[in-house]
Nanobody
Framework: VQLQASGGGLVQAGGSLRLSCAAS????????MAWFRQAPGKEREFVAA????????QYADSVKGRFTISRDNVQNTVYLQMNNLKSEDTAVYYC???????????????WGEGTLVTVSS
C-alpha cells in the first residue's frame, strides 16, 4: 500500500484544516488506519485511529473534541478534520495502516510521506 497525505498548510490558531490520506496499490478497506504527527525536535506521536469499518474511532487526549477521523473505503481515503487548531498542533502529519486498531495505534505497517501543518499564534 502506498500512502500520500495532503491538505497541510499554514493556518491561524483557531482555524481548521482537513487532511487527506490517499491510498493506492491496494484497498484499505480491510485495514485500520491512523494519523500520527511529529513536531520539530519531538518523537512521532499518535493522533487518531479508525477501525476498518469506520465504526470505532480513538483519539489522543490532546486532540479529543477538536479532531475527527473518518474514512471512505470506496475512495480509498482517510481524512482528519482538524478544528480549533493550536500552535502545539504544528507538526508533520502522517497516515499509516494496521491490521487492528490496537496495532495501528502502536505504529502501523505502511507509512507515507507526511504533510506539514503550521499553526500560527
Amino acid at each position: 500500500v502506498q500512502l500520500q497525505a495532503s491538505g497541510g498548510g499554514l493556518v491561524q490558531a483557531g482555524g481548521s484544516l482537513r487532511l487527506s490520506c490517499a491510498a493506492s496499490g491496494r484497498t484499505i478497506s480491510s485495514y485500520s488506519m491512523a494519523w500520527f504527527r511529529q513536531a520539530p525536535g519531538k518523537e512521532r506521536e499518535f493522533v487518531a485511529a479508525i477501525s476498518f469499518t469506520g465504526v470505532t474511532t480513538q483519539y489522543a487526549d490532546s486532540v479529543k473534541g477538536r479532531f475527527t477521523i473518518s474514512r471512505d473505503n470506496v475512495q480509498n481515503t482517510v481524512y482528519l478534520q482538524m478544528n480549533n487548531l493550536k500552535s502545539e498542533d504544528t507538526a508533520v502529519y502522517y497516515c499509516t495502516t494496521g491490521l487492528t486498531l490496537s496495532a495501528v495505534r502502536l505504529g502501523g505497517e505502511h507509512w507515507g510521506e507526511g504533510t506539514l501543518v503550521t499553526v500560527s499564534s
